[in-house]
Structures are given as structure tokens and as C-alpha cells.
């Protein structure tokens, strides 16, 4: 019973390159959150998606970044032109409904050098 | 400032005794919360949730308690092992947003010593 896929574990970019980051859901689940984290701290909103539809990208940057979650295939999240200041943990989480558990992915760790 | 806070950023534990962890909780919140825990390197691991009409709610080896009177929540785990190292959220579904964001705290470090 596989849980929330993410690919690539570790991605590292240089400036002004671009970064693709994977997330596969959990099996039966149709709701994608992604969320951003610095070392020593909490996890911040950035986007939530159901298939085909992004419901709130409040939390994401209205430059540069962009995510999708098509009708087949994983959810992605692109960052276009990174910075240094993009370097973080990705998490992707996945739920079957709203209000309801989300379950997590081990995460993507961007380094931008 | 966030909805939802940890009171102790570091918790250190000596093997085999309890551990309790806060966090409080501000109005924006909804009384549906969840904890989390994190090994390092790892994403977050769902433990145990809770919900408004219960006060308490345990399992295995986890007991979390909800007084919605002073917003405030508490995880605590019982008889803790070098396993339990590990930095633990607590997640509240927010009630400002239609869909339910869940907002983090900011962590506590629990530490197990021998």
C-alpha cells in the first residue's frame, strides 16, 4: 500500500535553472497540498490541487512558481529561474477529501547553488 | 503571528518516562487537530487526530487531549523510547478558509536521552 511518492529526493540547481519537483499521491486519494520547509522550522502552505483544478495557491509565489495536477500522471511543481533563496524542503501531501488527514511524502530537498 | 504555536521549541526526555507536549491554539482555528511527527530527513508521519466533540483521544502509547475552553492541546506519549526522537507538529484546520488549510506549528524537538 504505497504511500505519497515524491521524486526526485534531492535536486540540486544552479541560478536561474529550472526545478521540477514530483508527487505522486496516495492510491484512492484525488487532493494534493505542497508545502514549503526551512530548516528549524514549520511547514508553510504554498498550493492546493485536485485533479485538473488548483483550489488555492495562496501560499505560492505569484512569480515563478507554478503547479499542476494533470488528469493522468503525477502532480508537479515547477520553479522557474531559481534562486538561492529557493533552496528548502518540498513536502507533498496527500488526502482523499477535504478536512480530512493528510499524509505526507519524505519531501524533495532543492539546492541551488 | 500563527493560529497554531508550540510553547517549548526543545523537550528532552529520559527514557522510559512520559512526555507531554502543548500547543495552543488561537480562534481562526477549527477545533479539528492533528499531530505530526518528523524524523529527520523524513516527511511528516500522521499520529493521532482529534476532533471537537471528543476530549480525549488515545493510542497506542499516544494520548491527546483537547480543552477547548483555553484552546489548548497536548500530546503525550507514554513510556518514551529512543524512537520517539523525533520533532512533533500540531496541525489545526483553519475555519477562515472554505476548503479547511491546515495551519503547523512551529515544532517541538523532543529529545530522548538514556
Known amino acids: 500500500n504505497a504511500g505519497v511518492m515524491q521524486n526526485p529526493r534531492h535536486l540540486v540547481r544552479r541560478r536561474g535553472q529550472e526545478a521540477r519537483l514530483r508527487c505522486s499521491p496516495m492510491?484512492?486519494?484525488?487532493?494534493v497540498y505542497w508545502y514549503r520547509q526551512l530548516p528549524e522550522e514549520g511547514l508553510k502552505f504554498m498550493v492546493y490541487l485536485q485533479k485538473e483544478n488548483i483550489i488555492d495557491e495562496s501560499g505560492m509565489p505569484k512569480e515563478r512558481f507554478s503547479a499542476e495536477f494533470p488528469k493522468e500522471g503525477p502532480s508537479i511543481l515547477r520553479i522557474q529561474q531559481v534562486v538561492r533563496g529557493d533552496s528548502a524542503a518540498y513536502f507533498c501531501a496527500s488526502s482523499p477529501g477535504a478536512y480530512q488527514p493528510q499524509h505526507f511524502g519524505d519531501g524533495t530537498r532543492l539546492s541551488i547553488l | 503571528g500563527e493560529s497554531v504555536g508550540l510553547h517549548l521549541p526543545t523537550l528532552s526526555v529520559q527514557e522510559g518516562d512520559n512526555s507531554i507536549i502543548n500547543c495552543a491554539y488561537s480562534n481562526s482555528a477549527s477545533d479539528y487537530f492533528i499531530w505530526y511527527k518528523q524524523e529527520s530527513g523524513k516527511g511528516p508521519q500522521f499520529i493521532i487526530d482529534i476532533r471537537s466533540n471528543m476530549d480525549k483521544r488515545q493510542g497506542q502509547r499516544v494520548t491527546v487531549l483537547l480543552n477547548k475552553t483555553v484552546k489548548h492541546l497536548s500530546l503525550q506519549i507514554a513510556a518514551t523510547q529512543p524512537g520517539d526522537s523525533a520533532v512533533y507538529f500540531c496541525a489545526g484546520f483553519m475555519t477562515t478558509d472554505s476548503w479547511g488549510k491546515l495551519q503547523f506549528g512551529a515544532g517541538t524537538q523532543v529529545v530522548v536521552t538514556p
Open positions: 492510491k484512492g486519494h484525488s487532493h
